[in-house]
């Protein structure tokens, strides 16, 4: 059975330490964030994940939900206590704002806080998790009556909250949406279609669900420009304000998936339930998307957290499982037989997911600053500058971070050979698990294009050339010491080589948008090894400062920069076949006709 | 559901054309095999393969293996007249030797066969699968009297063999092996001991099963050198050679795996077993790697054959489903939006999965001949020569053939978005089976060990001196023709990157074996990119042949020409990369403590 233990001192040198968050405590809500409350939060939180959420893990994997004769779904065994804890303690205001009941923390603390929930159990976390996502829309669009009823019991995670896009015929393009709102007398309208793939769709975790759905009115346009969103709630509220009857949205079937069993993956029957206009008529998919801009960040998080997860238990396994013996002679000459640990194959798969989790925890915390930054900056500058690179970097967040996710998921399911594959051992689930994220929220070849198609192209490149000049002013500073000058140096060199490709999908793509698509994924991986780089850059620099201080806590900034040192020499000689691969362009992929893809 | 459908038309061509089966008429076993027969056998097993076991794939993972209180085990359905049909048809005796009843066809036909088997039911065509490896074992180190007892009811797959090696303690180190033999006054040993994962160690196919066993007799030396093989029937044989009275060897449990549900993982209680030496005593290890070599080929084979699989059915998804619309404009203006194939990203993942899988099969095909060429060939030079390179790609088709053959299978699933993750769909099937054989008979690091800490050195490096000049002499051939020209090139400096590297090993793994170690991962990779290289430029130089011959097939070498352009242009700029990450050598590797690597 694997275990989880919250990697606090990590995350407590990324927020404290790297990211400097006592820098920020003029700005609002960070004055309750200084560096000991941080540490309070993160260790309680971290002692939540692996005490109470950690040992549902595996059971709610193998018992998963049950969709009852009526309609109602049963979450696994304890998940209900769970959620009454989670809910208890707080976990789910934490970065909410406080007008609705939430602590007003920093988003870069939720962020912490998210990684340890999804970590320990991704299947559980998912359900506050969305509920958040549903906050953001409403906070964004929703009336300030929606927002009086809605919100304080959200915040609470007394009600939790859905997102409803996917049809049976439209995944990534919501132009395809059927779904009708038909409006009534009384201002409300009747929505009638099916949804599927709803995640946390029906439970018993609460008294009410709250459904946010898109829908067509009608006569709306076709396509994307004729969507609006609605909420829809499971029970209509009474006067009250209280669950009362029950509106006509039935979860019609539970998916049987490769993973996440404990969450309810639902198909969605709206038989005319009543919902109400979100903002405009119309104007469903950009409030949709400030849901999904946050989800995705949520998603990335969880490719880490799956990594993170695997990662100790492909240690632990590594440090007791004694085979074989060291290639430069028997390291415990009293014992059969060496510990993995020896085995230099079986390190390079650790450091890997070393330079991994720490590079991708360290990114994934810095766009929780720039979320907070994005909104209370001083300046209109700094917020710009900052919703800039938050917009750059969500999609490699998105992308990158659950392809590595999944790779150290399966790397570490490696690390134990065959009892990897035991379902029991818990190794494949991190992998089953982890496989979802490359393809929710936007399959990852929709984020590249993201990237690509529009992110990139956005105030004339304004982020992009943001990322290049940050990269090239730390390694520039990290030259100088010679700690980290081969690390500055192979940065450098990344970044060289995601500016040449930046070029050439400009000269390239305008003439042949097939170029850019072709592109795109490799860009995706390109960018996120430089973002990681950055973040190595950043570490290794605040790791030799502490060392240079005589800090007592050497073991661990040490480790920091022999991790650094992996992170530079495996993971920075890829940028380079990236770039290669691309400029390859779109020629021989769009060459074939239909027909010749056919086996025969 | 999925389907599969052999790709028969790819296999003739690479046996008839590129191999040019033909040319070895001469050679024992190969009069029979000339092009026409090849193709009636490649088209017979196709059929087999896509209608009696694909059909049975998806039931049979969904339904598995059931073990009864008597400790028997029960197949999924179908499974027992799928195996009487494929024992009536014939198909386990293809390449066995005409003195046990096999047909005494050459190998490289055998796995082509294989490809299609595994391809259309893994879990299946494991059970005759592992009885193959039990046979060449047999043939190789059984006396007289033991072959005759066992081998014609083999060939025949009227009983069915399995490999004991694993127990609790011991997987890759198989020094520490525990189970004992103890000799018996009438010659036979009694068996003791536990083994796990033995895959089809115990199922209704058949009336008998014949187990290898490793076991070590009193007062063996310790370690590898003291391990001798063992022939343990489930039952006894009477005076006649029949099943006669039930040895004490029990199927204790079946593993709960992540795939390959349908073979029966069983946990083997032997509890004074009746069993007979194999070879000589404590000489069982080497028995045992004749039954791993040619196992380790069948699991690159089942790497390839998950990859087909799944591309079949991410080409099928992606020419039906409807999502968005061409970069370049909409495809079908009177649809509602175009097919995923309009799009580069999609296209991209599909190419990719034909550059693989048509190269990864001329590669296999190539191995079964030089299994045949290693026995066969006229002189004792072509023996060696043959002998050489099988050994030296042995571990590189299994290691580098299964991680590729996963990472097709998960980009297959990925084109399949939200769907992909759905049971019902079979593309999840695809990933969980394909998981295995990168663990399995020698987990791929233990593979890229082979590769760098025996075959490379092996005779002087005889064997990788023997690659470099044939893929020179094919580069410095193509390079006249200016269709050919770029991936010649191409594979050209893949070919100077992996001298570059094996330069490096021999230079810094002596120095320190750790360095060998730390590389040999990415060096098995690199020497997969360069041996997929040799064979396309061979598919294509063939392909050309054939259009400037004005074959009527036009279409076929056409898309063989584009497939290999996509080869060079995103296959072979990783081979820099991969040089470059070796070069880094083991220093970040092995400096951290043990305890560095726990988290708190």
Known sequence: MPSFVAPTRDARFVINEVLRIDDYAELPGFAGASADIVDAVIEEAGKFASEVLAPLNASGDQEGCTRQQDGSVATPAGFKEAHGQFRESGWGTLSAPEEFGGQGMPHVLGFAVEEFMSAANMAFAMYPGLTGGAVNALLAKGSTDQQQTYLPKMVANEWLGTMNLTEPQCGTDLGLIRTKAEPQAD?????????????????????????????????????????????????????????????????????????IHANATCVMNYDGATGWLVGEENKGLAAMFIMMNAARLGVGIQGLAQAEAAYQNGVSYAQERRQGRALTGPEDPNEKADTLMVHPDVRRMLMDSRAFTEGMRALALWAGLLVDLSHKAATEEDRTAADDLLGL???????????????????????????????????????????????????????????????????????????????????????????????????????????????????????????????????????????????????????????????????????KLVTARHFGERFTPEAGALRRRMEAGCEAIMALPDEAFVRG
Chains 1, 2 share one sequence.
């Not at 709803?198 to 004729?226: F, Q, Y």
């Not at 829809?232 to 039935?250: I, S, Y």
């Open 187 to 259: 201002g409300s309208f009747a929505i009638t279609g099916t949804k599927i793939f709803i995640s946390a769709g029906e439970h018993d975790l609460t008294d009410n669900i709250i459904h946010l759905v898109l829908a067509r009115t009608p006569d709306a346009p076709e396509g994307t420009k004729g969507i609006s969103l609605f909420v829809v709630p499971k029970f209509l509220l009474d006067a009250d304000g209280n669950p009362g009857e029950r509106n006509a949205v039935m979860c019609g079937a539970i998916e049987h998936k490769m993973g």
């Open 393 to 559: 970097l969500t999609p490699v967040i998105k992308g990158y971070g659950t392809d590595l996710g999944y790779k150290v998921a399966t790397d570490m399911q490696q690390v134990w050979g065959g009892h990897g594959y035991i379902v029991e051992n818990g190794m494949e689930q991190f992998v089953r698990d982890a496989r979802i994220a490359m393809i929710y929220e936007g399959a990852n070849g929709v984020q590249a294009m993201d990237l690509v198609g529009r992110k990139l192209a956005m105030n004339g490149g304004r982020a992009i050339q943001a990322l290049f000049a940050e990269v090239g002013k730390e390694c520039a500073a990290a030259k100088a010491d010679e700690r980290l000058a081969d690390l500055a140096g192979r940065v450098e060199k990344a970044n060289g080589e995601l500016q040449a490709a930046t070029m050439w999908l400009m000269q390239n793509g305008l003439s042949n948008p097939n170029n850019a698509g072709a592109g795109a994924y490799d860009y995706m991986h390109l960018t996120g090894i430089v973002a990681l780089g950055l973040m190595w850059l950043r570490m290794a620099g605040t790791a030799v400062a502490a060392l240079d201080g005589g800090s007592s806590d050497k073991a661990f900034y040490e480790a």
